[in-house]
């Protein structure tokens, strides 16, 4: 089993920056590719970035890519989510989720997670 607990969410002005984190519990961290994923009212869940187990791959949605930055520290059960440049349609609910895909075509499609973070808001005003 393993929790997952978002945090840095907030208000930012257009081309402002946040950094989330997701802490993660147990010791199997480094077992797990980890997602983020959002989702804004009245629109489906959808791919933002994922990290493989040791970090050496990284993978995001074209509509984050050059602004967003995934990283994790396996020695801190963490995984980060710098996101620069952010713009109005980037506010939505962010979700951190662990998975143990086998293929890493499968890290785009939330149903391949098995575990999720309760969410944390990122508003970003115009």
């Known amino acids: 089993q393993v929790q997952l607990v978002e945090s840095g969410g907030g208000l930012v002005q257009a081309g402002g920056s946040l950094r989330l984190s997701c802490a993660a519990s147990?010791?199997?961290?480094?077992?797990?590719?980890m997602g983020w994923f959002r989702q804004a009212p009245g629109k489906e869940r959808e791919f933002v970035a994922a990290?493989?187990?040791?970090?050496?791959?990284?993978y995001y949605s074209d509509s984050v890519k050059g602004r967003f930055t995934i990283s994790r520290d396996n020695a801190k059960n963490t995984v980060y989510l710098q996101m620069n440049s952010l713009k109005p349609e980037d506010t939505a609910v962010y979700y951190c989720?662990?998975?143990?895909?086998?293929?890493?075509?499968?890290?785009?499609?939330?149903?391949?997670?098995?575990?999720w973070g309760q969410g944390t808001q990122v508003t970003v005003a115009s």
């Open positions: 989720a662990a998975g143990r895909q086998e293929y890493y075509s499968d890290v785009y499609r939330s149903a391949t997670y098995d575990y």
């Open positions: 147990g010791r199997t961290f480094s077992s797990y590719v």
């Open positions: 990290i493989s187990r040791n970090g050496g791959g990284t």
